[in-house]
């Protein structure tokens, strides 16, 4: 079965330090992944996808097949960077719905 | 519209009373999710659409809820009736097929007191 696990439900880092937010995801086939990202008293919006393999707001996050695993990271972590995050994941294949994990709270102290 | 609209953007309502909310997802969007989110909780899946049909209603929490969607456009979420421990942000998402982007609503805060 599709599966997405975001196992920290709540992140604290210090300005200036690097962020890691992890992801893990279930799937035999070919996945499609995504990071979206929530600012207070804003709507859910895409904040990168595996595919197109860019840097968004200094974030990044590789595909590792192996490890089964889409982990979000930036090296200097900034106060406006604080929000929720939720990793999903697509089926390529299928007309399946897309799945959330469950969200990970990053708080960035000053 | 350029996004995905969703309405009222607030509702307060007394337990017992029906609530109705509505969608209006990005024109040509084939894909409808309708998630909840209680407060300082992440999003609760309830209901898929595509097209007009539901393949996946797994995440409605009881009978009280219903929804449907109407020309593969506009969908309602209905609580017949409403209880307090339905109050929550209601958040709608499109997108053009279900692998591709999901763009969220604003969303609709549902008070039930």
């Known amino acids: 079965a599709q599966r997405v696990t975001q196992p920290e439900k709540l992140l604290s880092v210090f300005k200036g330090a690097p962020v890691e937010l992890k992801c893990n995801y279930s799937y035999s086939g070919s996945p499609e992944l995504f990071w979206y990202v929530q600012y207070s008293r804003q709507r859910l919006q895409l904040l990168l996808r595996?595919?197109s393999r860019e840097s968004i707001k200094g974030f990044t996050a590789d595909l590792n097949k192996g490890e089964t695993s889409f982990h979000l990271k930036k090296p200097f972590a900034q106060e406006e960077d604080s929000a929720m995050y939720y990793c999903a994941l697509a089926s390529y294949s299928s007309a399946s719905k897309i799945i959330f994990g469950s969200g990970t709270r990053l708080s960035i102290r000053p | 519209g350029a996004g995905v609209s969703q309405s009222p953007s607030n509702k307060v309502t007394e337990k017992g009373k029906d609530v109705e909310l509505r969608c209006d997802p990005i024109s040509g969007h084939t894909a409808l999710y309708w998630y909840r989110q209680s407060l300082g909780q992440g999003l609760e899946f309830l209901i898929y659409?595509?097209?007009?049909?539901?393949?996946?209603k797994s995440g409605l929490p009881s009978d009280r809820f219903s929804a449907e969607r109407t020309g593969g456009s506009v969908s309602t979420l209905k609580i017949q009736p409403s209880e307090p421990r339905d109050s929550a942000v209601y958040f709608c998402a499109s997108s053009f097929a279900s692998n591709t982007e999901a763009f969220f609503g604003q969303g609709t805060r549902l008070t039930v007191v």
């Open positions: 595996h595919i």
């Open positions: 659409f595509q097209g007009n049909s539901a393949p996946d």
